[in-house]
T-cell receptor
Framework: DAGVIQSPRHEVTEMGQEVTLRCKPI?????LFWYRQTMMRGLELLIY????????DSGMPEDRFSAKMPNASFSTLKIQPSEPRDSAVYFC????????????FGPGTRLTVT | QKEVEQNSGPLSVPEGAIASLNCTYS??????FFWYRQYSGKSPELIMS????GDKEDGRFTAQLNKASQYVSLLIRDSQPSDSATYLC???????????????FGKGTSLLVTP
């Protein structure tokens, strides 16, 4: 089975540009999580969906960040406008059922905003 | 915000020795506990999950959970250089009323196994 798929793997953009990160969860999983990882703050949960519905977006740093999950197979995380402090690795993870069931991570998108 | 604490390391052990990684958590209601391994430049990889007090063994890995002490550990027997990585402890966060099943991650312990 394919694991969690993320694209692009690397993104370099200039400050002020819009960035869209994409994620395809593992087939059959009904929970999807977006994380951001930096050296200073470690791995932070940004938002999580259950059955395509956003459950908790309290980790989204500010209104420049938005996430959608239009169907069970696809999610996007958008940053508009991007800023240099958004530079980080963004991971998507999915699980069969949030909580007791394990989360599986995608390869991540390394975002650099100059 | 409930906390998950890990010693950042690096923890250095010789090849063949037992590596012991520790994690404490603050949310007494936590029920699910995970260890992830993350190689440099790669994504976290799940290696162990534990839900009940006691030990759980999987190959060279043993996870230990003590809910009374709010303590989780990971033992790696016969450590190999290929075990050199950062190990992340993750704990569910039932006190968060919005997402009781979100995971809080520690910042990880860096393990170095020397030949």
């Amino acid at each position: 089975d394919a694991g969690v798929i993320q694209s692009p793997r690397h993104e370099v953009t200039e400050m002020g540009q819009e960035v869209t990160l994409r994620c395809k969860p593992i087939s059959g999983h009904n929970s999807l999580f977006w994380y951001r990882q930096t050296m200073m703050r470690g791995l932070e949960l940004l938002i999580y969906f259950n059955n395509n519905v956003p459950i908790d977006d309290s980790g989204m740093p500010e209104d420049r960040f938005s996430a959608k999950m239009p169907n069970a197979s696809f999610s996007t995380l958008k940053i508009q406008p991007s800023e240099p402090r958004d530079s980080a690795v963004y991971f998507c993870a999915s699980s069969f059922k949030a909580g007791r069931y394990e989360q599986y991570f995608g390869p991540g998108t390394r975002l650099t905003v100059t | 915000q409930k906390e998950v604490e890990q010693n950042s390391g690096p923890l250095s052990v010789p090849e063949g020795a037992i590596a012991s990684l520790n994690c404490t958590y603050s949310d007494r209601g936590s029920q699910s506990f995970f260890w992830y391994r993350q190689y440099s430049g790669k994504s976290p990889e799940l290696i162990m999950s534990i839900y009940s007090n006691g030990d759980k063994e999987d190959g060279r890995f043993t996870a230990q959970l003590n809910k009374a002490s709010q303590y989780v550990s990971l033992l790696i027997r016969d450590s190999q250089p290929s075990d050199s990585a950062t190990y992340l402890c993750a704990v569910n966060n039932p006190s968060n009323s919005n997402s009781g099943y979100a995971l809080n991650f520690g910042k990880g312990t860096s393990l170095l196994v020397t030949p």
